[in-house]
Structures are given as C-alpha cells and as structure tokens.
C-alpha cells in the first residue's frame, strides 16, 4: 500500500486584493495543487498565493478532489495559457481477456485556446493505450495556476 498517493485538488481562494485600477476588492482565484492530503493543498495554495501577491491572509472556500487522469502542455505555448478540462470516452482492450471496456476520462490541457487545446488532446491521446475514443466535450477552467504539492 503506497502511503504518499497523490491526487489532484482544486483549491479555491479568496483575499483582500487591489485591482488593476488600484480599488481593494475581494480576490477569487482557483488553483488545482497536486497533493497527498487536502491540508498539504491547502497550506501550499495558500503559501504561494501569499508569496505571489504578497497579502498575509488568505481564505479557503473549498477544496475539491479532481480526477484527472493527465496534465497535458501544448506546444504552442502563448501568454495567456488557460486550462481546459477534455471529458472522453474510449475503448480499453484489458491485457488478460482482451475485452474491450467503455471507460469515461477527464484529461486537463493547458493552452492559449480552445482549437488548440482539442489539437493538443489528440496528439497526447495517439501515445495512450486507447483503441478509439471519442470527445464528449471540453470546457474552460477557472484554474490560474497548477502547482505540484510540497516536495
């Protein structure tokens, strides 16, 4: 039994922040950390929110468990990289029976948009063990930044 089994968590934030316009305003930021526990996201999304705009406290609103079975970078990496969430269905041959099963899978791709991020999924999916699989749909996340847990 693996002790340190990691999973994705999306961890929503709110702080006191000053828009570009120079207004305080209550800040909403999601960030999705790949962590052992819910506290190791917790305590590591809100460190670097802290670090990155230098504010002192910052709430937690929720933490969700995401199963994404793959991050994935397109190669056209522009400015503004946006994460998009690829729901998928496909056939899996199973090794030992050779039984084809329909499983449903989340992959999450960072890219500048949406034509690209579909682009990028495809070329991902030509290395993985489906058969055939086809896109249910694919939709913007509100995730600003991934971050790979603690150590």
Known sequence: ?????????????SYDGVTEKG????????WLVR????????????????????VENVGVEACVKRNFAALW???????LDKYYKVRCEGLL??????KERLVKRDYLVMSPNMLDAYETFVK????TEFSEYEVLGINL????????GHG
Not at 1 to 12: G, H, S, T, Y
Not at 35 to 54: D, H, I, M
Not at 93 to 98: L, M, Q, Y
């Open 141 to 148: 996340t509100p995730i600003v930044e991934v971050l790979n």
């Open 1 to 13: 039994k693996i002790m340190n089994k990691r999973f994705w968590v999306e961890v929503r934030v």
């Open 93 to 98: 041959v199973n090794e030992e029976t050779g």
């Open 35 to 54: 962590a052992a526990t819910f506290a190791e996201a917790e305590s590591c999304a809100t460190e670097t929110v802290c670090a990155y705009n230098g």
């Open 73 to 79: 970078v397109s190669s056209s990496n522009g400015d």
């Open 124 to 127: 991902c999916m030509s290395d």
């Open 23 to 30: 207004e305080k305003t209550n800040m909403k930021e999601t």
